[in-house]
């Protein structure tokens, strides 16, 4: 399909949807004119038969276009991966020799919205493992969901439903700065979860520091997550893996409520 025929179809649509509340914002305003006296049974019967008729003709002109598009389909619907999966996604998109076939290229955009250095001579070499042990700590049994080395080290711990262990992060943390403690490399952890919490075994303070210096980064979902995949989407040259990256947003958006942002202020009121 060429692209002029898909800005055809958007600014077709734009233009239906225009129509559509303009014609309902007329009746509305109609209605609110005469709500100073009385609205009559007519009106009331002509506002609500032009939004009828409005809708019938949006969802005409959505099946019209489905036929092509299939705007409510959606892989992930099928799925429906838990948190442990999505990780797998993670580690996926990160891995330059997978089957995406993008190379680095996910990792480069990643790494650059963390302020990580992106050298391409360790990001094409990149390792990713999932449930990557800890070690060089006093808890040796700590798995972290997402561990790659490329030149610095970046983990990813991913809270959706569940909670987090006793002094987990903490740990995690600890792990990097065992492995980087030479100065030689840097380290980095996400924090990722609906609304962006902070793990709750590292104390204000000490986040404000780790988040100052790059070492520690609390994600939303909704937010920094979707960023980055969006970033990804709009850079891949594979139209299956857009297609794919575009259905996860889309599943994220409607799985995962949006919770409020996290606030310290919110969190000390509560208690």
């Known amino acids: 399909m060429s692209t002029i025929g898909k800005q055809e179809r958007v600014k077709q649509n734009r233009t239906e949807l225009e129509q559509f509340f303009a014609d309902v914002s007329t009746r509305l305003h109609q209605v609110d004119d005469a709500a100073s006296n009385s609205v009559s049974r007519v009106q009331l019967d002509t506002f609500f038969r032009v939004v009828g008729h409005n ?12 036929k092509k598009l299939a705007t409510s389909f959606n892989v992930f619907h099928f ?53 990557a042990a800890t070690h060089g700590i006093l808890n040796s049994r700590r798995r972290m969901d997402v561990l790659v080395e490329a030149g610095a080290l970046l983990a990813i711990e991913n809270k959706i439903d569940s909670l987090e262990q006793q002094d987990q992060v903490k740990d995690y943390l600890e792990h990097l700065h065992h492995c980087t403690r030479d100065g030689s490399i840097r380290a980095a952890l996400i924090y990722l979860s609906p609304n962006g919490r902070p793990p709750k075994s590292v104390s204000q303070s000490e986040i404000e520091l780790l988040t100052a210096s790059g070492k520690l ?19 891949c040259a594979a139209p299956k893996i857009r297609a794919f990256l575009s259905d996860l947003m889309a599943y994220i958006e409607a799985q995962y409520q949006r919770e409020p942002v996290y606030s310290p202020e919110i ?5």
């Open 55 to 66: 809708l019938a003709a949006s969802e005409k002109s959505r099946l019209r276009f489905d």
């Open 79 to 131: 799925i429906e991966p838990d948190e442990n999966r999505l990780s797998d996604v993670l580690a996926f998109l990160l891995t330059p020799k997978e089957t995406h076939g993008q190379g680095d290229l996910f990792l480069r955009l990643m790494f650059n919205q963390l302020g990580l250095v992106a050298d391409a001579k360790h990001t094409q070499r990149a390792t990713v493992r999932r449930e």
């Open 217 to 235: 980064h609390c994600w939303s979902y909704h937010d920094q997550l979707r960023e980055w995949l969006e970033c990804c989407r709009q850079e």
């Open 267 to 271: 969190e000390d009121y509560e208690k």
